[in-house]
C-alpha cells in the first residue's frame, strides 16, 4: 500500500519532481524529501501554523495537506521569500521590530504575514491579528509581529 | 500515519463508482481538515482516500441560478464568508464561515466537508439550518435534492447513501428580508471548537429560525411563527418562553471536556436572546451589510 | 560609542537564520545513515509491565532495533538532576500517562511507526494516585520507591519533601484582622512550539548528542556515567531551543537515543510530537493555603503559608522548584513573623520540572490574592496596602539574607500610574494591582572565551542557551562595547561542549549577570593585554594606560584599539584570547544554597471587563513594570516581559490539563490545550523597566524575563473580583467557571 505515486510541482519557482506515498503530507514531503526545513512540525492538527505554506496562492496548514494533493500545483515556503539572498522588507521588519523571539514559529508567520500582505497592503491592527490568529507563538512577540507587518505595510505604528 | 491509496477522479461518476465499489473502506477527501486529522488520530482507517478536488461538477464555485445561490461542494470557507451574495443576502453563514479555524483551516475546509463531516458543532450548520439550505447529491441514481435538516443524524452521521456524494448547497435567495447572526461559546477568543453554536433569523412577516449544535448529536432547527420571538417590542418573558420550546430537545453530552452540560445550556438561553436581539436589529438596518 | 552597543537594540543575532528558515533546530538536523525513532507507551496513568513481545515490529522491514528496559545494562541505569530515580527506559512498571516503555529505531519514520504500532506490551492497570488528595491519603500506592531515600521518615509517604522557612514569632504575634484562604493552580506545559526532539550518533570513540538541552554541561556529565565514557568523549551539542521556558533543562530522552545509537552503531533521531511534549514536561501544580495576619492600618503581621505542589512520578528538579519558590512566599514585603511550610507530593503523573517562575507564580497566585481580601476586609486601598508594607530598598525582608535590592516602590508606583489606579474607574470595570517577586540565581559558574582577532572583529565562547530569549545578542553587545567592536562583527559560538567552555545551567535569569560578567571578565583581561601592548609599543608605563570601552587612552592621547593591536601583534598576526569565569560559590547552611545574586521584581496592573452572561473576561488594560537595573537590550527586554505577560495570561484564562477518573490526561495537543493566541491579547499590553543601574550584573543590570510571569493571576482575578464582587481562588479562570462564580455569588 506504500505505493510511490510520482508528483510534480514548483516549490519556490522551481520544479520539482518527486515520488511520494499517498499518506505522506506536503510538510513532510518538503521536509524529508525536499530538505526544505524551513517549515516545522508542531501539533500536526492543523492549529499551530508552524507548517504554514503557501499552495496555489493561499496559506495552508502544510500537515493537513497530502503530499499529492500538491501535485501541478505551486508551493511557496520561508526559504522562497528572500529574493536572490536579499531579506524581503517583510522579514527586515520582524529584524528591526524584535518580532522573533527563539524563531520556530517564526517561518509559519511569515508565510501568514506574506499573504496577508498579499491581500490587503495596509491592514489595521484588528485584521493583522485575525488574519495571524492561525499561528501560536509561546514566546507571545504578538505585538511585535503585529508592528513588524504593519511597518512593512508602510503603516505607522500605534 | 496508516497508509492508504489515492485516487483523484476527474469525473463525478468515476467517483461515484469508486464509492459504491469501496462502500465505508473510502472516504472523500475534500479540503482534509477533518479526514487528515482523524486518520492520523486512527478514529478513521480507510483503505482509499478519494480526492475530489479536481472533479469540475464540484467545482462551480458560488453561483446565482433562477433565484438560488449555489454552493458548489469544493467552496472553502474562504470564499464563503468573503462572497458578496453570500453576506448580503445570507450574513449569518458569512460570519459562520469567517471562524470555522483560522485562516489557513479556512483556505482548505469546504463548506460541503463541514456538513459532511458532521459534527453536531459544525459552525456553518446552525446558519444553513435558519436559511433553509438545500443539499444536492449526486449518487448512482442521479440527483437527489432534500433539506439539510433531513441530513444529520447524528455525530459523523448522515443521510448520504452509498455511493452518494454532496454536489452542492442551494440557499434560495429569500423573497423576504430576513436579518440574522451567528453565535458561538468557545473557551478564548482565538479560534476554537464550540461549545454552542446557534443562529437566529427573523423576517419581515415575523417568522423566527433558530438552529443551534454543540448540544445534542446534531444541529437543531426550530421555528416560531407566533411573531414573539421576532417583535421588536415583545416582552423578554414572552420571548423566553418561546425559546425555553426552542431548547427543549437540547441534550449536551455530559463527558465532553469543553463544557458542562449546566453551562451549554445555560448558554444556549444567553446566545438564544442575544441572537433574537442582534437578528431583530439587523432586519431593521436593511437585514444585510 | 554608538548606541548600537549597551542600551541599544540591535538587530539581534541568529536573526537573520529565523526569518529565512536556515536556522537549524535539532529537528531538522540531517545525519546520513540516521535511524528515525519512534517510542511505545501505554495508554495509562500507571500499569505494571508484564511483558514486552518485540516478535511482530522486528519483521516490519526497516526496524533496526526495539530497545526496552531488557535490553539496557541491568540495573537499568538511572538518572535525575536530584535523585538518581528515572530509568532510561520504564522498569517493571510506567509511573505516569506516557512514560517510554521501549524505542523503535527503523530505516524509515512509516517504519519505525508500524514497528512501535506492533510491539506487545502485556500490562496490567495499577490504580494511580493524580491528584493531592489522592497522593496524601493514608492508604496511596507509593509513587516512588522507598530505598531511594533511605534515612528519610517521608520515604513511606508521597511526600517527597518539607521545606521550612520561619522567622519572628507566629505563636505570639497579634493581628486585628486574620484573612485564612485556600488557592488551587493547575497543572499546565510549557508547550514550546518546538516540541522535543534528540538525536545521537557514534563519533569515534565516543557519542555526540543533538539536545535543544538548556544546560549541555549537565546533560554531559549524566551522560558520561550513564554511558561510561569520560567527558571529554560526549560531544553534545545543543542547537538553540525553539523556546524551552524550563522545559528543556534537564535529561528526558537523550539517555535512551544515546544507548540505541551506541547499539546499532548508527545515529538516531527521535522528535516527539506535541502530545508526547505535554507527556514529558509541565509545572507543578498546587494547593496554596495561606492565612495573613494585619493590624488595621494595614500593616503585615504575619503571614503562615502552607503549600502543597504536586509534582511528578519522577523527582526531576521539582524539589528545587519547591524549595526555592516557596522561599519568599511571603512576598517583597517587612513581615515580621513568617512560617512557610511547602511541599512536594510525587504522583502518577508527567514528572514536572523547571517552568517560567519556578515555583513561585503558585504561591504567589494565593498570598496576593490573599492580601487583596485583607485589603477589602480593612476597607483599604490595595496599592496603599502593598506600599505600606514593601520592602524600601537595602531591608532584609527576609532576614539574614540577600536585603531589598531595587526600589521597588518605584516600580509599584509607576505600574500604579500606568494603569491610572487613581483615575475614577469606568462602570463595569475592574482593576487589580499585584507585586511579584522572585529569586534570581544562588550558585553558579559561567567560563568564557572571548579571542579579539586581527581584524577587531571578536568570537565569543558562552555555554548560554539562547532559547529566545536573545543570550547571544546582549553577549555580544557586551563584547562589542568592550573591545570597541561592532556588534554585528562579534560572533557568538553556543551550544558545544567540546568548543565552548563551562557553563553551569542557563536558568532563572541568569545568564545575563553570570554569563554576561564572565564576558566582561574575559574583556577585561583582552584589555589587559592590549594594556601590556600600549605600553610596549609606546614606551609607556602600564599603570599609564587604560583601556575602555574600544579605546586605548594614554598619556596625552587616546587610539582605537585597533591602532594597538595591528602593530602589536605584528607580523605573526595573532589575536588576543581572554578567559573569564563568573563564580558564585555555595554557602553551606543557606536553605537555598546560596543567598539570592538579585531578586526579580514585577508589578503588574490590569484593567479588566466582565461578560457577566458569559463569564468572558476582557482584558482591557495590562501593565507590566520591572526592575531590572539596566537594559542592555531595550527591545529584547520589552519582549521577554510582553512574552512572560501573555504567558501569565495562558494559565490565568485558559490552561490546564483534564484528566479523566484513571490519571490519564484527556487533552493531549493543541486542539483541547488552549494557549492564547493573537486573538487573546489584551486591549492594551504596556511594559516598562525600571532602570537604576543596581543590580550585579555587567553595567548595573540584573537577570529579567520571569518578573512578568508571576503576578499577572492574581492582578486579574482582582479586577474581576472589583468588577463582579465574584472572588475566585483556582485557576485558570474560564468563561464556565467565572459564570458560576457569578451566579453562586448572589
Known amino acids: ?77 520561508v526559504e522562497g521569500l528572500a529574493a536572490d539572498g536579499r531579506l524581503s522588507p517583510l522579514q527586515r521588519a520582524f529584524l528591526e521590530k524584535g518580532a522573533v523571539q527563539c524563531g520556530f514559529c517564526t517561518p509559519g508567520v511569515l508565510m501568514s504575514a506574506f499573504a496577508l500582505l498579499g491581500e490587503n497592503p495596509h491592514p489595521s491592527l484588528a485584521e493583522v491579528q485575525d488574519g495571524l490568529a492561525g499561528n501560536l507563538c509561546r514566546c507571545a512577540c504578538y505585538q511585535q509581529i503585529a508592528e513588524a507587518i504593519r511597518a512593512a505595510a508602510g503603516e505607522r505604528e500605534r | 500515519m496508516h497508509p492508504f491509496s489515492y485516487a483523484r477522479p476527474e469525473r463525478l461518476a468515476e467517483a461515484v463508482d469508486l464509492l459504491l465499489k469501496h462502500g465505508p473502506d473510502a472516504r ?262 | 560609542m554608538t548606541g548600537e552597543r549597551i542600551g541599544g537594540s540591535p538587530p539581534r543575532a541568529g536573526g537573520i537564520g529565523r526569518v529565512t528558515g536556515l536556522q537549524e533546530y535539532v529537528a531538522d538536523i540531517r545525519l546520513p545513515g540516521a535511524l528515525q525513532a519512534k517510542l511505545v507507551t501505554l495508554p495509562c496513568a500507571r500499569a505494571r509491565i508484564v511483558s514486552v513481545d518485540k516478535s511482530a ?29 528515572r530509568p532510561v527506559l520504564a522498569v517493571e512498571e510506567t509511573k505516569y500517562h506516557g512514560e517510554p516503555v521501549a524505542l523503535v529505531a527503523a530505516e524509515d519514520k512509516d517504519a519505525a511507526e508500524e514497528g512501535a504500532r506492533r510491539v506487545r506490551v502485556e500490562y496490567e492497570e495499577l490504580p494511580a494516585v493524580f491528584t493531592l488528595a489522592g497522593a496524601l491519603a493514608p492508604d496511596a500506592p507509593l509513587v516512588q520507591d522507598p530505598s531511594l531515600r533511605p534515612k528519610d521518615p517521608l520515604a513511606r509517604t508521597n511526600v517527597l519533601r518539607e521545606h521550612r522557612v520561619e522567622w519572628g514569632d507566629l505563636s505570639s504575634a497579634h493581628a486585628d484582622v486574620v484573612v485564612e484562604n485556600t488557592y488551587t493552580f493547575p497543572m499546565v506545559t510549557h508547550f514550546a512550539i518546538e516540541p522535543h526532539a534528540f538525536l545521537a550518533a557514534p563519533e569515534g570513540d565516543g557519542i555526540a548528542i543533538w539536545s535543544s538541552i538548556q544546560h549541555p554541561n549537565w546533560l554531559q556529565k549524566i551522560l558520561s556515567r550513564l554511558l561510561g565514557l569520560p567527558l571529554s568523549k560526549v560531544r553534545v551539542y545543543a542547537p538553540d531551543p525553539g523556546g524551552a521556558f524550563g522545559g528543556k533543562q534537564h535529561a528526558k530522552l537523550e539517555p535512551a537515543v544515546a544507548f540505541a545509537a551506541l547499539r546499532t552503531q548508527r545515529p538516531v533521531r527521535l522528535v516527539l510530537s506535541l502530545e508526547q511534549t505535554f507527556q514529558a514536561v ?18 503585615l503581621v504575619f503571614q503562615d503559608i502552607r503549600a502543597d505542589y504536586l509534582i511528578g512520578a519522577y ?36 514528572p514536572s520540572t523547571a517552568f517560567r517562575g519556578f515555583g513561585n507564580p503558585q504561591v504567589n497566585w494565593a498570598v496576593e490574592s490573599n492580601l487583596d481580601e485583607g485589603a477589602r476586609v480593612l476597607g483599604m486601598d490595595r496599592l496603599e496596602l502593598r506600599l505600606r508594607n514593601l520592602a524600601r530598598k ?163 592621547r587616546e587610539l582605537p584599539v585597533l591602532e594597538v593591536l595591528k602593530p602589536g601583534l605584528g607580523n605573526l598576526g595573532g589575536e588576543l584570547i581572554g578567559v573569564g569565569e563568573a563564580r558564585k560559590e555555595a554557602e553551606p547552611g543557606h536553605p537555598l544554597g546560596g543567598a539570592p545574586a538579585f531578586f526579580e521584581f514585577n508589578c503588574t496592573a490590569i484593567e479588566a471587563a466582565v461578560d457577566e452572561g458569559t463569564g468572558d473576561i476582557t482584558i482591557v488594560k495590562h ?14 527586554v520589552t519582549m521577554q516581559d ?59 543590570s540584573k537577570g529579567m524575563s520571569e518578573g512578568a510571569l508571576l503576578c499577572v493571576a492574581a492582578a486579574v482575578a482582582a479586577a474581576v473580583r472589583e468588577a463582579t464582587g465574584a472572588t475566585l481562588r483556582d485557576l485558570p479562570l474560564t468563561p464556565e467557571r467565572l459564570w458560576r462564580a457569578l451566579r453562586d455569588r448572589r
Open chain 3, 642 to 700: 510582553e512574552g512572560a505577560a501573555i504567558q501569565g495570561l495562558g494559565h490565568t484564562l485558559m490552561e490546564h490539563y483534564i484528566f479523566d477518573g484513571r490519571g490519564r490526561i484527556r487533552n493531549l495537543g493543541a486542539i483541547d490545550y488552549r494557549i492564547p493566541t493573537s486573538l487573546d491579547l489584551p486591549l492594551e499590553l504596556h511594559s516598562e523597566s525600571v532602570e537604576n543601574m543596581d543590580g550585579p550584573g555587567p553595567y548595573g
Open chain 1, 1 to 77: 500500500m506504500s505505493e510511490k505515486i510520482p508528483i510534480e510541482f514548483s516549490v519556490n519557482g522551481q520544479r520539482r519532481a518527486v515520488e511520494v506515498a499517498a499518506h505522506h503530507t506536503l510538510l513532510e514531503v518538503l521536509r524529508d524529501d525536499l530538505h526544505l526545513t524551513g517549515t516545522k512540525e508542531c501539533c500536526l492538527v492543523g492549529e499551530c501554523g508552524a507548517c504554514t505554506v503557501m499552495l496555489n496562492g493561499r496559506t495552508v496548514d502544510s500537515c493537513l495537506v497530502l503530499a499529492v494533493e500538491a501535485d501541478g500545483g505551486e508551493v511557496m515556503t
Open chain 2, 28 to 289: 472523500i477527501l475534500a479540503g482534509g481538515t477533518d479526514l487528515i486529522l482523524r486518520i492520523r488520530d486512527g478514529t478513521l482507517t480507510p483503505r482509499l482516500v478519494i480526492d475530489v478536488k479536481r472533479i469540475p461538477e464540484l467545482c462551480s464555485g458560488i453561483r446565482e441560478e433562477r433565484g438560488r445561490l449555489m454552493i458548489g461542494a469544493n467552496t472553502v470557507m474562504t470564499d464563503v464568508a468573503a462572497h458578496p451574495l453570500v453576506r448580503h443576502h445570507f450574513q449569518a453563514l458569512s460570519e459562520a464561515a469567517a471562524v470555522v479555524g483560522a485562516v489557513q483551516i479556512r483556505n482548505r475546509a469546504t463548506l460541503a466537508g463541514n456538513i459532511c463531516n458532521a459534527s453536531p458543532a459544525a459552525d456553518t450548520a446552525p446558519p444553513l439550518l435558519v436559511y433553509g439550505a438545500v443539499v444536492v447529491a449526486e449518487g448512482a441514481e442521479g440527483t437527489r435534492r432534500f433539506p439539510l435538516d433531513e441530513f444529520f443524524v447524528r455525530s459523523g452521521v448522515t443521510t448520504l447513501r452509498r455511493g452518494e456524494l454532496v454536489s452542492a448547497v442551494e440557499l434560495l435567495i429569500p423573497a423576504r428580508r430576513m436579518g440574522a447572526v451567528h453565535l458561538r461559546r468557545t473557551r478564548r477568543r482565538g479560534h476554537d471548537l464550540a461549545s454552542v453554536t446557534l443562529c437566529c433569523g427573523v423576517d419581515q412577516a415575523g417568522m423566527a429560525r433558530l438552529a443551534y449544535g454543540s448540544v445534542g448529536p446534531r444541529p437543531l432547527l426550530r421555528s416560531d411563527e407566533t411573531g414573539v420571538l421576532a417583535d421588536p417590542r415583545g416582552q423578554e418573558t414572552a420571548k423566553a418562553a418561546v425559546l425555553e420550546r426552542m431548547f427543549a430537545e437540547a441534550a449536551p453530552s455530559k463527558t465532553s471536556m469543553r463544557a458542562s452540560p449546566e453551562y451549554r445550556l445555560a448558554m444556549l438561553r444567553v446566545l438564544g436572546s442575544r441572537a433574537v436581539r442582534t437578528a431583530i436589529e439587523r432586519l431593521a438596518q436593511g437585514g444585510a451589510r
Open chain 3, 57 to 85: 515490529a522486528e519483521k516490519v522491514p526497516g526496524v533496526r532495533l526495539i530497545l526496552s528496559a531488557s535490553d539496557l545494562p541491568q540495573p537499568v541505569p538511572r538518572f535525575g538532576p536530584q535523585f538518581t530515580d
Open chain 3, 394 to 556: 537595602g531591608d532584609r525582608f527576609i532576614p539574614f539574607d540577600t536585603p531589598a535590592d531595587g526600589e521597588w516602590e518605584q516600580t509599584v508606583k509607576k505600574a500604579a500610574e500606568r494603569i491610572g489606579w487613581a483615575t475614577p474607574l469606568p462602570p463595569g470595570r475592574g482593576r487589580g494591582i499585584t507585586v511579584g517577586i522572585k529569586s534570581g540565581p544562588t550558585t553558579g559558574l559561567s567560563y568564557s572565551i572571548v579571542r579579539l582577532l586581527a581584524d577587531g572583529s571578536a568570537v565569543v565562547f558562552s555555554g548560554t542557551s539562547d532559547m529566545g530569549q536573545g543570550a547571544r545578542t546582549v553577549l555580544a553587545q557586551i563584547a562589542a562595547q568592550e573591545l570597541g567592536t561592532p556588534v554585528d562583527a562579534v560572533t557568538v559560538v553556543m551550544g558545544d561542549t567540546a568548543v565552548v567552555p563551562y557553563d553551569q545551567q542557563t536558568s532563572a535569569s541568569r545568564s545575563t549577570v553570570l554569563m554576561g560578567n564572565s564576558v566582561l571578565k574575559a574583556c577585561r583581561s583582552i584589555q589587559a593585554q592590549l594594556r601590556a601592548m600600549a605600553a610596549r609599543l609606546h614606551a609607556v608605563p602600564e599603570d599609564q594606560v587604560a583601556v575602555e570601552r574600544g579605546l586605548v587612552r594614554l598619556p596625552g
Open chain 3, 282 to 299: 509541565r509545572r507543578a501544580a498546587s494547593e496554596v493555603h495561606v492565612r495573613t495576619g494585619l493590624l488595621r492600618d494595614g500593616k
Open chain 3, 623 to 636: 501593565v507590566t513594570v520591572s526592575d531590572v537595573g539596566k537594559a542592555l537590550n531595550p527591545l529584547q
Open chain 3, 315 to 350: 523527582v526531576d528538579i521539582a524539589d528545587r522548584v519547591v524549595g526555592k519558590g516557596s522561599y519568599p512566599a511571603a512576598g517583597p514585603y517587612n513581615v515580621p513573623s513568617v512560617r512557610i511550610r511547602a511541599r512536594g507530593v510525587l504522583s502518577h503523573t508527567t
